[in-house]
């Protein structure tokens, strides 16, 4: 009974807490880094390539900004003396550059979305089931990167003819779609392999569909993944040129590099709107990157290594 009364005792008395500090790692001194010769090097070729990239990027964007007549003066300007938006205001009042921004936009979108959905189904198909062909399949995909478009220009050509969808947007937003399907789908088959199975197993053992099970649970997981696909696609399709220029032919349907050629004549080349053109079509795929570049950092490193 002694004993009963002396543990309740004990155990009712408070108790003493202790607060333990853990140091931050990153909060700590450090000592001078030491600078070797490897470092040197190191960064000067850093910045050596970074100035290499940057500047035509920067001649670029200095020659738009540059009166018509003094773009091909002598000495060279390295900053001009008096800016003047007189290529961009050109660029728009004779030509229809404002046509071919939204033709590039409504294309690669188009493209870039619907070939992103159909790469995830496909994807989805080759990384969780085995079936027979899916080794020579995907050698396929990996193959059709390596032709070269202008190998199949003359059946391509001849088929969209037939099906009369030459100088037309859905056509070639169906050309775009077929060349994009093969690196997405590649590329999300890792990040398929790269979910565990069993969070599509407990979502069908609690009443999803396999493809509710896609998309309520795998595609929110994946959605990184998703983004860097679609930004590769829409990149791939606002850049491309030789289909454009061979499927379309007129100024209605023609889409931003196909316009960009036009500026280069047999005799001249229209320098200044060139430079405003090619600025106002960086742009868009800049601001993508630099607003999704967390999501396709994170996307790109999540497939990369299978647990």
Known sequence: MTMLTGTSTSSSAPSE???ITVPDPASAPRGPRKVT?????RVMGLALWLIVTLFPLYWIALTSFKAPGTINSYPLEYWPSQPSLENYASLFQ????GVFLANSTIVALAAGAVATLIALLSAYVI???EFRGKGPVLIAFLLTQMIPAFIALGPLYSMMTDLGLVDTKPGLILVYIAICIPFSTVMLR???ENVPDALEEAAMIDGCSRLGALFRVLVPVMTPGIIAAFIFNFVNCWNELFLSV????TDENRTVPSALN???STFNIDWGSMSAAAVLTILPTMVMFALASRWIVQG???GAVKE
Do not use: E, P
Request: charged letters at 5%.
């Open 246 to 249: 061979v499927l379309m032919n």
């Open 262 to 264: 036009g500026f280069i």
């Open 190 to 192: 890792g990040f398929f």
């Open 94 to 97: 004779n030509s229809s550059f």
């Open 127 to 129: 990384a969780r089931f």
């Open 37 to 41: 010769v490897g470092g040197v090097v």
């Open 300 to 302: 790109l490193t999540s």
């Open 17 to 19: 807490t202790r607060q």
